[in-house]
């Protein structure tokens, strides 16, 4: 209730006039806009790894490039975002808002055509903690030349800190004593326009699925060919919030997890859960 619950639900329902299917935010308490129906997706995570354990690297040639470059990077940060959910496709707008920052920034790549890249803002003193602006890889051997490119760039600092998915590498093949991984600052999103949202999934395999969300209906959804028919439906086989839905959608928690937590009332099939997998949910653009 109050003013900014009116806010929030008159938000929407703008939002659903003007045709958009999905929003994200960032929040500055989750429970406020849980009770919009956003829900937190994926995961953000913040390493910080003293100078002395990051990993050696290397494999690949490193070349400095400025802001300006952005068109080396964009093949290889469009194949991160089609390996997660969340990300945000950049043009040239895009590009400028994350590159021009009020602070000089340096961009390090590595491969030709790039295949790994950092965006830093050095400082000058000696043995402070310095935080990578921006670490994406289209490879494994991206991510490991872009370690050694770290290893070097952490000479006469404390540490490093920097952002990556649940999925990274670092955790799974780089934790050492000293190393702190904390989880920052996800996102929040919220489906707008289900039928739209489904209908834009590719789906594999085929089945057929029905289920319900309080407020806003009941859905049949059929898909095949990685393509889906989603209908209005009587009821459904299984019942969630919207914002349960839209993570289910994200793959981050995925159904099979909402499943077994408890959010998520009725039988869900297996044409349900394959429809929404498990996947990495992840957003760098972020203030």
């Given amino acids: 209730g109050g003013v ?67 068109s080396f990077l964009n093949p290889c940060y469009e194949e991160f975002t089609r390996q997660r959910n969340g990300m945000a ?45 921006e670490i994406v890889w289209s490879t494994p051997a991206g991510y490991r030349a872009l370690m050694g490119v770290l290893r070097g760039l952490a000479t006469n600092k404390n540490a490093l800190t920097w952002f990556e998915p ?32 489904l209908e834009s999934c590719r789906p594999e395999g085929e089945g057929s699925f029905a289920f319900a969300t309080p407020d806003e209906g009941a859905w049949r959804v059929t898909y095949s060919g990685g393509e889906a028919k989603v209908e209005s439906a009587e009821s459904g086989e299984f ?12 793959g981050e928690p995925s159904l099979a997890d909402l499943v077994r937590t408890g959010g998520v009332e009725g039988s869900v099939t297996t044409a349900a859960l394959d429809f929404f997998p498990a996947s990495s949910g992840y957003c760098l653009d972020f203030f």
């Fill in 239 to 250: 019942t969630l919030t919207i914002g349960t839905l839209t993570q289910a959608l994200y």
């Fill in 166 to 197: 649940s999925d990274g590498p670092f955790g799974f093949h780089h934790l050492d004593m000293g190393v702190e991984i904390s989880l920052m600052r996800p996102i929040m999103g919220r489906i707008v326009d289900v039928i739209t949202t």
């Fill in 89 to 133: 496709l950049r043009n040239d707008d895009g590009w400028k808002r994350i590159l021009a920052e009020n602070r000089p920034l340096t961009i390090y790549a590595v491969g030709e055509p790039v295949e790994g890249y950092v965006v830093v803002s050095h400082k000058t003193e000696f043995w402070s903690t310095d935080h990578i602006s």
């Fill in 4 to 70: 900014g619950g009116a806010m929030m639900k008159g938000s929407i329902e703008q939002m659903r006039r003007d045709g958009f299917a999905l929003a994200t935010l960032y929040a500055y308490r989750e429970p406020f806009y849980a009770k919009s129906g956003y829900a937190t997706l994926g995961r953000r995570l913040k390493i910080e790894c003293p100078a002395h354990r990051l990993p050696k690297g290397g494999g690949l040639k490193v070349r400095r490039l400025t802001p300006d470059d952005w």
